[in-house]
């Protein structure tokens, strides 16, 4: 994961809560096939471990094909068992440095909420990215934290890691965030629960 200031694929793509639709995949290819999206996270809550691995799968190769890396939250077995490019832990989840001795060398993302406290035991720990948020009200899940823009100038001064923002992102705010030096933006909602646009319509309006 390179910090890349003038990045063009800054969107770290989250799944809907529920994939129950054939057409989600239809969606998906064409979102991916954009060359918009650096990385997309497969977050199903509410789902037996045998509906993730089925669904996992069938992601993981839209993934492959058009070179985005997959990664799955808060499971690091489940993302050994897909062989996932690598996991997202929250703070509720396993401790990073027992997902690494699963995951070996893939890429261990960590929630910070709005915490450089948090950040700095994520960097100690080996994370290889750290995500703030959430930045604006969401649908997508409960909001315990909210952060602040002024976190993403901060943890730019003690970290080189790539830093994702997270929380209500969409058309009429995404651009702050990148202007404060957010590196990738965590995106749900806005791309598949979208009331006026497709997803691939609402993915090419961000540029």
Known sequence: MRDNKRNKKF?????????????????????????????????LKDETNQNKLII?????????????KFLVNDDPLLAKKLNADGCHLGQGDMDLIKARKILKNKIIGVTCHNSIKLAKEGIAAGANYLAFGAFYSTQTKKVKYKASLKILRSIKKITSLPIVA?????????????????NFLAISGYIWNNKLYKPLEALKKLK
């Open 11 to 43: 969107v770290y793509l989250i799944s809907p809560n529920k994939i129950e639709n054939v057409k989600f995949y239809t969606d998906l290819s064409l979102v991916l096939k954009s060359g918009k999206v650096s990385f997309f996270q497969l977050r």
């Open 56 to 68: 996992g799968k069938k992601i993981r190769h839209i993934c492959t094909k058009y070179k985005v």
């Open 166 to 182: 997270i929380g209500g992102i969409k058309l009429n705010n995404y651009k702050k965030l990148l202007l404060n030096k957010a």
